[in-house]
């Protein structure tokens, strides 16, 4: 079975400062690879994603994830960060295998940014 | 505007008593899925449907039913709510081809059963 695990449940960090969220998944099978961002009474929406290619994905508003795969991981991150990126962040996976649609979200991780 | 939209925003209902919430997207997506969102266990999948016709459960789809008759519709139906059905609920369309994936969410279902 698939799992994604989020490590951090809140995640507060200065304006202007660095912010990586962890990410990581479980599965015997490969997968598509997805951050999705819920701002405070939105639906969420897509930061980036990973389906093949560079293993380094660049998404909107700054940010970038890394896919790892032998680590199994792909961390979320932004060199600096605004008041603006306080929200929560979805890691998301979906196996690749042709006629599945099923996605499993992370807990989420809710990023703080303090001014 | 491409868009989801779900209605209601907010209910309020009580144990046993049927509701659906509506979803509908006019993107002429193929894919759509329902998602209710609880503290501390993110989102998690309830049904999903490929096309017309065409539905299949999620991780968590107990309590519910689903039907796609028309593909820009995807209603969420619950027979007989019960307390634990409590949560906020989110319906999302995407296009299926690889680089078009990408969920488009609606903004969201609260619903309290009493």
């Known amino acids: 079975a698939q799992s994604v695990t989020q490590l951090d449940s809140q995640v507060p960090v200065f304006e202007e400062a660095p912010v990586e969220l962890r990410c990581n998944y479980s599965?015997?099978?490969?997968?598509?690879l997805f951050w999705y961002v819920q701002y405070p009474n939105q639906g969420l929406q897509l930061l980036l994603k990973?389906?093949?290619?560079?293993?380094l994905v660049k998404g909107i508003n700054g940010f970038e994830a890394e896919f790892n795969k032998s680590q199994t991981s792909f961390h979320l991150r932004k060199p600096s960060v605004h008041i603006s990126d306080t929200a929560e962040y979805f890691c998301?996976?979906?196996?690749?295998?042709?006629?599945?649609?099923?996605?499993?979200f992370g807990t989420g991780t809710r990023l703080k940014v303090l001014a | 505007e491409a868009q989801v939209t779900q209605n209601p925003r907010y209910l309020i209902t009580v144990t046993g008593k049927k509701l659906t919430v509506t979803c509908s997207q006019n993107?002429?997506?193929?894919?759509m899925s329902w998602y209710r969102q609880d503290p501390g266990l993110g989102l998690r999948q309830i049904y999903y449907?490929?096309?017309?016709?065409?539905?299949d459960k999620g991780d968590v789809p107990e309590g519910y039913k689903v039907s796609r008759k028309e593909k820009r519709n995807f209603p969420l139906i619950l027979e007989s709510p019960s307390p634990n059905q409590t949560s906020l609920y989110f319906c999302?369309?995407?296009?299926?081809?690889?680089?078009?994936?990408?969920?488009?969410f609606g903004s969201g279902t609260q619903l309290s059963v009493l």
């Open positions: 999302a369309s995407s296009l299926r081809r690889g680089a078009s994936e990408k969920l488009f």
């Open positions: 599965s015997s099978v490969s997968v598509y």
């Open positions: 990973y389906l093949s290619g560079s293993t």
């Open positions: 998301a996976v979906r196996r690749t295998t042709t006629g599945t649609y099923k996605y499993i």
């Open positions: 993107m002429n997506h193929e894919y």
């Open positions: 449907s490929m096309n017309v016709e065409v539905t």
